[in-house]
């Protein structure tokens, strides 16, 4: 989700923001399931799209918003910016996952959460992740 309010604030984008998930949840409500079946954050709507997956929020933004500058149109330009983007999924993304997980669990009061394997993780906070 930072991801995203970075891009907007990189390109100057006004949005409106709601906050869902952690602490406010309602992201396993139906009517927010409808919108990313995932039930994650964060979900975009820009007119009649509605987008999940940061990396591709992010892509769009800069295609649509003059954002070349963050997402360059020349192959090989784009390929450094791609590297990182896929490095941060593949890589960062998962053990900061299990990290999020834990924060969230913890958030609600919760002694233990599963991680996106399913597999059970004890929440002992963010300290512990890092
Ligand atoms: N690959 C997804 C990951 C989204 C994700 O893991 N979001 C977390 C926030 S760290 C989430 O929604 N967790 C559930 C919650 O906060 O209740 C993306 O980049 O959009």
Redo the contacts with the bound molecule.
Sequence with gaps: ?Q??LWCCAELDIAYERTD???P??G??DPEYLKLNP?????TVIDGDLVM??????CRYLAATRNGERLYPKDPVSRTHVERWMDWQ?AVV?PP??N???A??AQSRGARSCRD?SGTATRARGLDDCR
Excluded: A, Y
């Excluded at 995932?38 to 964060?42: A, D, K």
């Excluded at 999940?52 to 929020?57: H, K, L, P």
């Design positions: 989700m991801k995203v869902w998930g952690g406010f949840g992201n396993q995932n039930g994650l954050v964060p999940w997956e940061s990396n591709t929020i999924l993304g900061m996952d990290c999020c997980s924060w969230s996106r």
